[in-house]
C-alpha cells in the first residue's frame, strides 16, 4: 500500500513539473533607459536616437555643387511648459564638413549634409538655430538634411561614390 503511495506521490510530482516546463515557450529581457533633464520640455521617446535615409543619390547630380532633394526630420517636444521658457534652439555638432555643413564617413567622398530649419535657412553646425516659439504643450521641431555636393561649378571636386554615414548630435537651449 505504501508503495502504491509513493508510486502516485511521484507521478504526480512529475505531472507538475511537467508543465511547468511547457509553460515557458520563450522569454527575454525588457530594458527601459532614459533621463531626467533640467528643461521646460520633454523629448519624445525615439526622437533623441533618430536615423533619417537619405537613398542613393546619383554622384552627376552632386557635381559641381549639385544637391539632392531635401529630407525632412523632425524633433518632438512634450509636455512644455511654456509659461517659464518661451522659445528653443537647437544646436547641431558632429564632424565639420565643407561651409559649415555635416561630414560624412565612409567610401563615399566629395559631398556633405547641409542642414535646413524649417524656413529653409541653412543652419551652420555648432552655430545655434534662430530661436522657435514654444507653445504650452506638445512641440515639433522641424528641418531638412539633403547631401549637396563639396565643389562648385568653378572648382569642382571629385565624387567618391559608396556608401556614407554622417553622424550629428543635436543640443536644445532655451534662452
Do not use: W
Not at 503511495?5 to 513539473?17: E, P, R, T
Not at 552632386?62 to 544646436?91: M, R, W, Y
Amino acid at each position: 500500500m505504501e508503495l502504491k503511495k509513493i508510486a502516485a506521490i511521484a507521478m504526480l510530482a512529475m505531472g507538475v513539473s511537467g508543465v511547468a516546463n511547457a509553460a515557458d515557450q520563450g522569454s527575454g529581457k525588457i530594458t527601459f533607459t532614459g533621463s531626467i533633464v533640467n528643461a521646460p520640455c520633454s523629448i519624445a521617446p525615439n526622437q533623441d536616437k533618430q536615423e533619417i535615409p537619405l537613398g542613393q543619390v546619383s554622384n552627376t547630380l552632386l557635381a559641381g555643387g549639385g544637391e539632392q532633394k531635401a529630407e525632412p526630420f523632425s524633433i518632438e517636444l512634450l509636455n512644455c511648459d511654456a509659461a517659464t521658457k518661451h522659445t528653443v534652439t537647437t544646436t547641431f555638432t558632429g564632424k565639420a564638413g565643407v561651409d559649415g555643413r555635416l561630414g560624412i564617413t565612409g567610401e563615399a567622398s566629395g559631398a556633405s549634409i547641409l542642414l535646413r530649419d524649417a524656413s529653409g535657412k541653412k543652419i551652420e553646425l555648432g552655430t545655434a538655430t534662430d530661436a522657435q516659439t514654444l507653445n504650452a504643450g506638445d512641440n515639433t521641431l522641424q528641418f531638412s538634411a539633403a547631401l549637396k555636393g563639396d565643389g562648385t561649378e568653378d572648382a569642382p571636386v571629385a565624387i567618391g561614390t559608396g556608401a556614407f554615414t554622417a553622424v550629428t548630435n543635436f543640443t536644445l537651449a532655451y534662452p
